[in-house]
């Protein structure tokens, strides 16, 4: 508000191109006689809260240009509309609602009735209407005529609705406001005086005591072509009269206790939306039906979709979005002519177990968004050829990976997969796609910019990878991307400004003119670059370190090589130190045992019980028991195993062949035998072992080949022999004292 009173001649000149001039809430005191001179282009003038007692007062005959003309909340006390009105003829709109109008009568409207505006729409909400003269609107034809919130009693209304006798509107509102109600019920016979009308669309608004019986509500309607009801209380609508020649019917914020079943044989679209008090689909009839939106009202499909459930073979358009649960249980048979399909933010069953969509051969919009759906099945698009749009924002694949389900779909030309949970994409997933112009990749969990699934799509020319976990782009992003591509959108990822990735850095430099806000591309790693442009980064910074890199590595290798010399030879060193230390002492243990832990419960039950406890009692070194805790394993295996035993016994089974640390304990057990010049390794086998996994370890199947070993045979013979054997070769070099001699001998 710029607290202007008066407007003088001429204030406006030179401002010819000005279109729209909005005056609100300023409190005008005078117009002059030429304070609009200069507005040959105006189009549309505001002057709502002006002060503005009557129409007369506006000085605007001359802007034949103008279009829309607002004056609502002011003071105007009659609608007489002025001489200049029949200069204006360009006007369109004319809002007058919230003035202080009671009165109308035919010669405030002798400027529509000497040059009629065809086009003309009038809003008189809001004003406190008592009375229309009969005949004020005969013969006038008006595009639109708005009543909302204007009378104080049915008995007024009626009244003045027969006061709109002989008027040819395209569109009528009546009722009232969503704050601004009036009238508490509505008369089922309130709308008689429409008979006297012709009307092409009809909308009523805000009655929340409507009539069960609406049988007669309509009567004088029958021949309108669209019908609005919005925010009615209709509780259980009975059956409309079967001579209404409606071709379309909207019921919009409506209250049911009951889906309605009505048979209307002319209806052509019908909207239910945003209604409340039902839950349940039920079947319909309506035969002639192209069009049906029954989105928005947490409506449960127990079957979905075939001409049983809907009663037309004619549909081509069906949004069944923002419902509740959906079963796909019929794949749409008789609604083979259906160009558009909105699921969205309904939950969908049962929709990846068949080819739901096989019949819809004439579908070119679909919406699966957010439907709660996990795509298993790869046919589910199967059948879809003239599919232009597809949306499947929301939902999940298997695996977290996008495979070729696309393969019917060689129309389709945009295509939305955010928010997906992907991480990776097949190389053929969108080979059949070779018209599709627009894919939405963004937010989902793709950790590289893989463009070789790209490469098919000649026509591809938006893409949206923002908001994934890419890092950098895989080599050949260069030469696969379509040549056709004019928007890159890589935004809110992860990219890591590292050499490694110097080539997709440098190619983020030399495409910037096709990347979506370039400049907001930063690095997220190494820390010291988080946040900074990716365009920031310098390729000088790699060259020098190639030079340091190459040197420390050579570097690394040489200490490394060192290093497992050091630790090849280690162990060995370990054994000629002991064997020169230990050389000359007595061995503690009879026999070091070498096995698998898998083969340890006949080490335990077998081998321990029957030389320790035989006689003569053999002492064993056993890891489980007389390895020293804190010790490395290697350390015990050398100073506890082999330097304290004259003897080393060999388990030789499957599971030793197989086990790292057997092999180990074996290789230093030849170098032991080597360097303590003793004959002392006894080998076992457990079990007959495939020649083929025995040669994987050539020393052994060499030794074993031309060296007498053990074989334990599991019965009375076998073992009898076995246990003689074994124990006539531990004895071999075990000293003995006089008594443990004597003590055998009785035995």
């Known amino acids: 508000m710029c607290e202007i009173e008066t407007i003088e001649n001429d204030t406006y000149q030179g401002l010819n191109h000005l279109s729209i001039l909005i005056l609100t809430g300023n409190p005008i005191q005078k117009f002059s006689t030429e304070a609009f001179s200069g507005l040959s282009s105006l189009q549309t003038l505001v002057a709502v809260e002006t002060n503005l007692h009557s129409l007369e007062d506006l000085p605007i005959g001359y802007l034949k240009n103008l279009k829309e003309l607002n004056v609502a909340h002011n003071l105007i006390r009659s609608f007489k509309l002025p001489e200049y009105f029949s200069n204006m003829t360009n006007l369109e709109y004319l809002d007058i609602s919230n003035n202080k109008i009671k009165n109308i009568y035919h010669s405030d409207l002798q400027v529509l009735h000497q040059m009629p505006l065809l086009n003309l729409s009038l809003d008189l909400s809001l004003n406190p209407l008592s009375f229309i003269q009969p005949g004020a609107f005969k013969e006038i034809k008006l595009h639109e005529l708005t009543l909302r919130s204007n009378f104080d009693s049915i008995d007024v209304m009626k009244t003045c609705i027969q006061g709109l006798a002989g008027l040819k509107i395209h569109h009528l509102v009546l009722g009232e406001f969503k704050n601004e109600r009036n009238l508490e019920s509505f008369d089922k016979y309130l709308l008689e005086g429409l008979c006297n009308l012709t009307i092409e669309k009809f909308r009523i608004a805000f009655f929340d005591e409507f009539s069960e019986d609406i049988t007669d509500l309509f009567n004088c309607l029958a021949n309108v072509s669209t019908i609005s009801l919005v925010h009615l209380f209709l509780k259980r609508p009975r059956y409309f009269p079967k001579n209404l020649r409606w071709q379309r019917l909207e019921m919009v914020n409506c209250e049911f206790e009951e889906f309605p079943k009505w048979e209307l044989d002319s209806l052509k679209e019908f909207v239910f939306t945003a209604n409340k008090g039902v839950s349940t689909f039920t079947e319909m009839k309506l035969e002639s039906l192209e069009f049906l939106d029954l ?29 509740d649960i959906i079963t796909m249980s019929s794949n749409f048979l008789g609604l083979e002519q259906l160009e558009y399909l909105d699921f969205q933010h309904s939950t969908l069953k049962q929709s990846s177990d068949f080819s739901v969509f096989l019949s819809l051969r004439n579908l070119r919009y679909l919406d699966i968004s957010y439907t709660h759906t996990q795509v298993v099945f790869k046919g589910i698009f199967d059948g879809l050829v003239s599919l232009q749009v597809l949306k499947m924002a929301g939902n999940s694949f298997r695996d977290n990976f996008l495979p070729n389900i696309f393969k019917d779909l060689t129309n389709l030309t945009i295509l939305d997969l955010s928010k997906c949970q992907l991480e990776g994409v097949s190389q053929t997933a969108f080979g059949s796609l070779p018209k599709l112009q627009l894919i939405n990749m963004s937010h989902n969990n793709l950790l590289s910019l893989d463009t070789v699934p790209y490469e098919p799509l000649l026509s591809l020319q938006i893409l949206d990878c923002s908001f994934n976990r890419i890092v950098a782009s895989k080599e050949q992003v260069q030469q696969h991307f379509p040549s056709n591509l004019v928007s890159l959108n890589l935004t809110r990822n992860d990219f890591a400004c590292v050499c490694e990735h110097q080539s ?26 988080q946040d900074m442009p990716l365009l920031s980064f310098r390729n000088a910074t790699c060259q020098r370190s190639k030079t340091i890199i190459t040197v420390s590595v050579f570097t690394v290798l040489m200490v490394s090589l060192v290093a497992v010399l050091v630790y090849k030879f280690y162990f060995h060193l370990m054994l000629l130190a002991g064997c020169k230390k230990y050389s000359r002492g007595e061995s503690t243990y009879d026999a070091f045992v070498i096995y698998s832990s898998q083969d340890e419960d006949w080490v335990r039950n077998e081998l321990v019980k029957n030389l320790e406890e035989g006689v003569p009692p053999f002492q064993l070194c056993l890891h489980y028991r007389d390895f020293i805790p804190g010790v490395a394993i290697a350390a015990n295996i050398i100073q506890e195993g082999f330097h304290k035993s004259r003897k080393v016994i060999v388990v030789v089974s499957r599971h030793f062949i197989q086990s790292r640390w057997c092999i180990f304990e074996y290789e230093i057990a030849q170098t032991w035998q080597f360097l303590s010049s003793r004959a002392g390794i006894i080998f076992i086998v457990l079990q007959k072992v495939e020649k083929s996994l025995l040669r994987q370890q050539v020393e052994l199947y060499r030794l074993l080949s031309r060296n007498t070993y053990l074989e334990w045979e599991d019965s009375v013979l076998g073992r009898h022999i076995f246990w003689r054997r074994l124990r006539k070769a531990l004895l071999d070099g075990k000293p003995w004292s006089p008594e443990e001699m004597a003590d055998a001998e009785n035995n």
């Open 295 to 323: 989105s928005r009202n947490d409506l449960s499909f127990k079957g979905c979709c075939s001409y049983t459930d809907l009663g037309t073979t004619r549909l081509k358009h069906l949004d069944l979005s923002f419902n």
């Open 504 to 529: 997709f850095l440098q190619w983020v430099k030399d495409h910037r003119h096709l990347l979506v806000e370039v400049e907001e591309m930063v690095c997220t790693k190494p820390l010291d670059m």
